[in-house]
């Protein structure tokens, strides 16, 4: 896993990718709706002429949470090593709803949507290896992120609906932080989690879309906390440098042994001096003929007759002393 980790990077200089996202929405006028339902509740409450009538009303409650999961599409550039620019689009959908009964057990269906266009600009950076990593790679990385809102951005309710202006300059930014999950040939897998402010407003007010509103330009934020998974494929790549392994460089035992055994090929038939040339590295002499009997005799009598000599010949007296007693 050491290794499969150390060897992970992304490698694409041009990629798309799909993102896939879970939110909470910052949206604390969620409130104007829940008091519309708990005003048409307790009223009715009062239209029950009975006690059995009374107990058919009923309601439930708008979530206190605003649960979504966008879903996002987008080109991203590695401009160089692990700094990454990107432009994408967002897609954000939050459907509420809840059910009133009257005193007649009548159901009654009431909703509003969140709906989100918002177009983003991107830029990631690697994480310095030596400030924080699991590996030998940048595998964290950081995410800034500004937004604009395209047409379609927009509030409709059981009541009516509101649509969000779309300001030139922008609506907010987000930041998060991300991890490369895994990579897989061309695939990369990011996971980021991170927090987004994306606030528009519209001409309109809330008091169009909901009873009882606010009567004042309609503000709200599509923007909150995220979690997010994003899956790249690339379309161009780097090169995947070639790994050296240091066994390859050291020889075998076995074809040292090769090259230390130097095999040398048979000389061909009745050529011994090629032979002897190859064995010892010196040209071979060619062989005296062998002496006959009457010449080893002869060669044999001058040898026999010295050693007789010599046996003969008598040996040296040792010099005297002429001062010696004797004499």
Known sequence: MADEETSTRDRSKLSVFLQPAVSFLDFPEREYFQNAVDTLYYSFKEDALTESESLNVAKQDFQKVNFCFPLSVGLQYQIFPDNFVSVGVSFIDDHESVVLTDRKSRSHNYSYTIQGMPLFLEYRIGIPRNLMTRSGESLFSVAVRWYWVLPGTEIYTTWGGLEAETPLLGAG????????????????????????SIKVQSNEMFSDIVPDGPEKKAKWNIGGLTMQVRIGFGLWNEPEPIEEDDDDDKPTEQTTEKVTQTTVPPPPPGNNASVDEATTGESAKPAEPPASEPEEQAAKEPVEKNELAAEKEPTAAPPTDKNSPEE
Do not use: P, R, T
């Not at 930014?173 to 987004?196: P, T």
């Open 173 to 196: 930014f987000g930041v998060s932080i991300g991890y490369l999950i895994a990579n897989w040939k061309n695939f990369n897998i990011y996971g980021d989690i991170g927090y987004s």
